[in-house]
Nanobody, 132 residues
Framework: QVQLQESGPGLVKPSQTLSLTCTVS??????????WSWIRQPPGKGLEWIGYIAYSGSTYYSPSFKSRTSISRDTSKNQFTLQLSSVTPEDTAVYYC????????????????????????WGQGALVTVSS
């Protein structure tokens, strides 16, 4: 059973870079056709998909985040990492890492009705507050 756990600072100052790590257990991030995502939920709003890193190491980002997002991985630690630069208070959210065990097109992830049944396993979420 794949399990995911987010970790990182809970408070980030405006204009800085938010960095979160997802540690995976019970499965390898290089397993064929697994797609490892970052998703967030701002207070009072729905889920927003940020991007994924595939089993191959390739990445795909939401157009809304592409210009300031990087997702990378460390296969030796079975972790993948989100970096979101130039943050503002509007980036305050609960950030989740999640995995899909199959390929979905970008439109699947960008569905405004995306919910937590959309992917196969999720972390518990990490609250990140952007404030000075």
């Amino acid at each position: 059973q794949v399990q995911l756990q987010e970790s990182g600072p809970g408070l980030v100052k405006p204009s800085q870079t938010l960095s979160l790590t997802c540690t995976v257990s019970g499965g390898s991030i290089t397993t064929n056709y697994y797609y490892w995502s970052w998703i967030r939920q701002p207070p009072g709003k729905g889920l927003e998909w940020i991007g994924y890193i595939a089993y191959s190491g390739s990445t795909y980002y939401s157009p809304s985040f592409k210009s300031r997002t990087s997702i990378s991985r460390d296969t030796s630690k079975n972790q993948f990492t989100l970096q979101l630069s130039s943050v503002t208070p509007e980036d305050t959210a609960v950030y989740y890492c999640a995995v899909a065990f199959t390929y979905y097109s970008g439109s699947y992830y960008l569905d405004p009705d995306l919910d937590n049944n959309a992917l196969d396993a999720w972390g518990q979420g990490a609250l990140v507050t952007v404030s000075s």
